[in-house]
């Protein structure tokens, strides 16, 4: 047998990154159509001439955006790195054990089908109707099946480590798997209606693969936002959390600046988010006292949450030229501080009083993007720009293009939340504006006028952002082609990129 | 004593709990670190030193893993 030294293996790491790019770029295009058609409502039936009018309107599309970033690009970015990550941080290479291999390649192509059933059904308006958890029984198993074989290639590759203890990556990894197991398992027990009958006695109702949520009322709006919160916590935070740990150390050259602090962090991290989504609920049906809980610990979370954002920046501490020098420090820096942004403006929105004006309004949209598009996209797009000369074994096609394309995206970025706090507290403080009689003062009509220029910025925003992730993808695809060779020696910390 | 004011208590009382617990945490983190028990902080270089080829931070033992 040949005898070659031992290498990391970035086979999965590989076909991960190239769904992370296809479904992040299908997820934002969508995301774009969507702001277009609230600005300019026409274009909901653009395709109207060729009887295709279902497939383009807001409400057909708007599950396919949230899940397509959510389960499409996030996940996928999740599971890039997890197999770059893990390997790396526990010292064991996926090459020395065939099972992992085998189970890694297996977790890659079920998602791959689950990511077709999902889209297929999502566009032919077979739908649950809940938020996020969308998908039909049938893919809820599947999706289930997809989630067990990451546990077993997480646990699998900590089985055979080399490194004694698990770097503070791997704790956020471990933590993102089973918060998402518990949630989902959870929130989508489901009946399916075959299986149900009617006061009339009719059995058999419904497709085959319809279901009907087990929680009805109050309880399915609570189970359904300690889902859709912690979706947030476990999918838009810890496995980022995961990613920042790991890659701007690395990419700096400097450690983590307090180790304990990270664990600190972590802790409080796992503690506090997990009460918090009673904030979605506030002035609504559920107990008063949940209620109250879900906004103390909202702003509780500040804490935990500007642990980890403020232990990454003084990270840098000493060597903020780099931010200067490299764009892909600049994007792992201004998506920390977005993080810091977002996990204060949430909390601020969590407040009763607060939340009066901002609840249904634009203002929550504003917040989930700019957490979206600074903290997860920035963090993952950088992510992928530190592994591709690793995995590839090139150089970053061009250091100019990433620049361009970090204040491109950051002008997106900005666009898009200032329009949606102007046009969100425009909009609570219209709906909430009244006579000395109690009449109200706007019909809802005055406030979508009022919208108008905002939701148009909104739009612009996105595009920006959109154009930002092409030249990403592009520059990814020209680093994996055409880029310079890269030896071993060059790879240490800051990653080799051509002028 | 009724059950809102019973709640009150149990609320005050959970999060004076949770304060001695992380405030109990932190103190183990520093103190474990000063008297020389632990030192976290080399954790941080497993990031830096991650080639297959470098030294664990802290080596699995045989024993361990059978």
Not at chain 2, 22 to 48: C, P, Q, R, T
């Amino acid at each position: 047998m040949e005898n070659r030294p031992l290498e990391y293996d970035y086979t999965v790491a590989k076909m991960f990154m190239l769904t992370t790019v296809l479904l992040g770029a299908v997820g934002m295009l969508i995301g774009v159509i969507l702001a277009t058609e609230l600005a300019f409502p026409g274009v909901n039936t653009i395709l109207g001439g060729l009887g295709l009018n279902e497939f383009t309107n807001f409400s057909r599309l708007r599950p396919l955006h949230t899940d397509a970033v959510v389960f499409g690009f996030t996940l996928s970015g999740i599971w890039a790195t997890w197999y770059y990550v893990g390997q790396r941080v526990l010292k064991v290479s996926m090459a020395e054990s065939k099972v992992l291999m085998f189970l890694g390649k297996l977790h890659f192509f079920l998602y791959l089908l689950v990511v077709v059933a999902v889209v297929g059904s999502l566009f032919l308006g077979i739908t649950t109707s809940k938020e996020y958890a969308e998908f039909e029984w049938p893919i809820d198993i599947a999706v289930v099946l997809v989630w067990v074989l990451w546990g077993l290639g997480i646990f699998g590759l900590i089985g055979i480590r080399r490194e004694r203890s698990l770097y503070i990556s791997v704790w956020y990894y471990i933590a993102s798997f089973l918060g998402i197991a518990m949630l989902y398992l959870f929130n989508n027990m489901e009946i399916p209606t075959m299986l149900a009958a009617s006061p009339a006695g009719e059995t058999g109702i419904g497709a085959w693969y319809h279901s009907i949520s087990m929680y009805s009322g109050t309880n399915d709006a609570l189970v359904q936002w300690w889902y859709g919160h912690n979706a947030v916590a476990f999918g838009f935070t810890v496995p980022i959390v995961a990613m920042i740990y790991y890659f701007l150390p690395k990419e700096s050259g400097q450690a983590v600046y307090s180790y304990k602090l990270s664990l600190l962090s972590f802790w409080g991290l796992m503690f506090v988010y997990l009460w918090a989504g009673g904030h979605h609920l506030l002035f609504s049906t559920v107990p008063d006292w949940m209620q109250t809980m879900g906004s103390v610990f909202s702003v509780v979370l500040i804490l935990p949450s500007w642990g980890s954002a403020i232990n990454m920046l003084l990270t840098m501490k000493g060597e903020w030229q780099q931010v200067a020098t490299s764009p892909l420090i600049k994007f792992m820096v201004l998506g920390s501080t977005f993080y810091m942004f977002s996990t204060l403006e949430g909390p601020i929105q969590a407040i009763k009083s607060v939340n009066a004006i901002a609840h249904f309004t634009d203002w929550i949209v504003g917040h989930v993007h700019d957490g979206v598009l600074g903290w997860v996209g920035f963090m993952i797009m950088a992510a992928l720009f530190h592994m591709a000369p690793r995995v590839f074994k090139k150089e970053i096609y061009s250091k100019s293009l990433m620049g361009t394309q970090f204040w491109i995206q950051t002008l997106g970025i900005v666009l898009y939340f200032t329009s949606m706090w102007i046009a969100g507290i425009t909009q609570g403080m219209m709906w909430r504006a009244h006579d000395e009689y109690g009449n109200l003062a706007y019909s809802f009509i005055d406030t979508v006028t009022a919208l108008h220029p905002y939701y148009t910025i909104r739009a612009v925003g996105g595009a920006l952002y959109l154009i930002g992730f092409f030249m990403f993808a592009y520059n990814i695809y020209k680093t994996m082609t055409s880029g310079r060779r890269v030896e071993e020696s060059e790879l240490q910390n800051a990653s080799p990129m051509a002028a | 004593m009724d059950i809102f004011q019973l709640q009150g208590y149990a609320y005050f009382g959970l999060v004076a709990f949770m304060v001695v617990i992380l405030y109990s945490y932190i103190y183990h983190l520093y103190s474990s670190e000063k008297k020389g028990i632990k030192d976290f902080e080399k954790y941080g270089n497993m990031a830096l030193k991650d080639e297959i080829t470098d030294t664990p931070v802290e080596k699995i033992s045989k024993d361990e893993k059978n």
